[in-house]
């Protein structure tokens, strides 16, 4: 049986949107972190109120809002380690959603697409939340590499049903 393409159309749609919104959120993260340490000049020296460093600020009327405004005052998540742990989290999520997004749509040019077609890009967005959420908060491993393996063996999955249909760069052995 095909798969409705405006149904799978649609939950790749969703899927973009959603990764494009959680990879928003991690620069985000990293911003929030990297206006909590301005004040502390390089990550560690003596902090000092955001006032006191305009005259070193280029958007000296920019700079108090995006402090109070992010939450960069107060709470946790403020650290250098926090800083490379998000930063690392958006390379992830670049060397893997982005892929995922490139391969899924390109699955739309085969003959025909799997039943789980769209469950198979559901899945890998919610896998791909599970491990921003473990990753950023949790950091429990092995739960963060197991829904890192989901994400892969969805890639690969996807990746290896184009490639049955479509051997050879897709020459066929008729056309040779």
């Known amino acids: 049986m095909a798969v409705d393409m405006d149904t799978y159309m649609k939950t790749w749609a969703w899927a973009s949107a959603v990764l494009v919104m959680k990879m928003m959120i991690t620069h985000l993260l990293v911003v929030r972190v990297r206006i909590a340490n ?4 390089k990550f560690g020296e003596e902090e000092t109120t955001p006032e006191a460093q305009l005259d070193q600020w280029h958007g000296r009327w920019l700079y108090p809002i995006l402090y109070y405004s992010m939450g960069s005052f107060a709470g946790p998540y403020r650290t250098m380690n926090d800083m490379v742990r998000f930063q690392c989290m958006a390379r992830n999520a670049c060397e893997n959603e982005a892929q995922f997004l490139l391969v899924a749509y390109a699955w739309t040019l085969v003959d025909e ?4 077609a769209p469950q198979a ?5 919610y896998s791909r939340i599970l491990h921003f959420v473990i990753y950023a908060f949790v950091r429990i491993q092995p739960w963060r590499a197991v829904v890192w393996t989901v994400g892969v063996v969805i890639n690969m999955a996807i990746a290896g049903n184009i490639l049955m249909q479509v051997p050879m760069g897709g020459v066929t ?3 040779l």
């Open 121 to 125: 890009l559901v899945i890998f967005v």
């Open 173 to 175: 052995k008729s056309e």
């Open 113 to 116: 697409m799997p039943d789980w």
């Open 38 to 41: 301005e004040l502390k000049g």
